[in-house]
């Protein structure tokens, strides 16, 4: 059964800093990963998916690696800002392309300081 | 662009009751599933939908029945509530092809006391 981690569990830091949120999963075997982004209250918005033929993927501020054969990914916030406060969730496919659904991780709780 | 639209926002239910939690997107969306969101244990799939007339379960459906019988629409039903059923209830959809992400919509808040 596919098992996601996510380390740490919570993050404080002052504006500006580059951080790292980072990612395992237990069955190497994926399709693909994606990283969401969850606002109190509110529902997932999908940040970056990568595939599993990809390392990178880039969005802004906001770079995602992958590394499947060690069961790992990364999120890399570049210049961090008050409004990237948010909880941070990765997810894989329970099996082959995600027809059946993703498994999640329970998320990083990221807190930007001004 | 509404996407994926939930209601209600919040809701209170006794023990016993029973509810339809409605769910309906606009993107011509395939797949749609529900999950549900507790505090400190992530979220977990309660049923999945791959097309209209096709439902299968996720892993944590029981206490839960859905239907699908248009693209548009997938809604949860919840028979007897039981306390333990007090969650945030999300509805997802993505595209019938691999490698597309998943849109969510706001959730459900549900309480049963």
């Known amino acids: 059964k596919q098992e996601v981690t996510q380390i740490p569990a919570a993050l404080s830091v002052p504006e500006g800093e580059n951080l790292v949120l980072n990612c395992s999963f237990t069955d190497s075997a994926i399709y693909n990963l994606q990283w969401f982004r969850q606002d109190p209250g509110k529902g997932l918005t999908s940040l970056l998916l990568?595939?599993?033929?990809?390392r990178e993927q880039t969005s802004g501020r906001l770079n995602a690696s992958l590394d499947k054969s060690s069961g790992r990914s990364t999120l890399y916030i570049a210049a961090s800002q008050p409004g990237d406060s948010a909880t941070y969730l990765c997810?894989?496919?329970?099996?082959?392309?995600?027809?059946?659904?993703?498994?999640f991780g329970k998320g990083t709780h990221l807190i930007i300081q001004p | 662009n509404a996407g994926v639209t939930q209601t209600p926002k919040f809701r209170i239910l006794k023990i016993g009751q029973s509810m339809t939690l409605q769910c309906a997107q606009d993107m011509n969306h395939n797949y749609m599933y529900w999950y549900r969101q507790d505090p400190g244990m992530g979220l977990k799939l309660i049923y999945y939908s791959v097309g209209a007339g096709i439902t299968d379960k996720g892993e944590v459906p029981n206490g839960y029945n859905v239907s699908r019988s248009t693209t548009e629409d997938f809604p949860l039903r919840l028979e007897l509530a039981a306390p333990s059923q007090t969650s945030v209830y999300f509805c997802?959809?993505?595209?019938?092809?691999?490698?597309?992400?998943?849109?969510f919509g706001n959730g459900t808040r549900l309480t049963v006391t």
């Open positions: 997810a894989v496919p329970y099996s082959g392309g995600g027809a059946d659904g993703l498994t």
């Open positions: 990568i595939q599993s033929s990809q």
């Open positions: 997802a959809s993505s595209p019938a092809t691999y490698n597309s992400p998943l849109h």
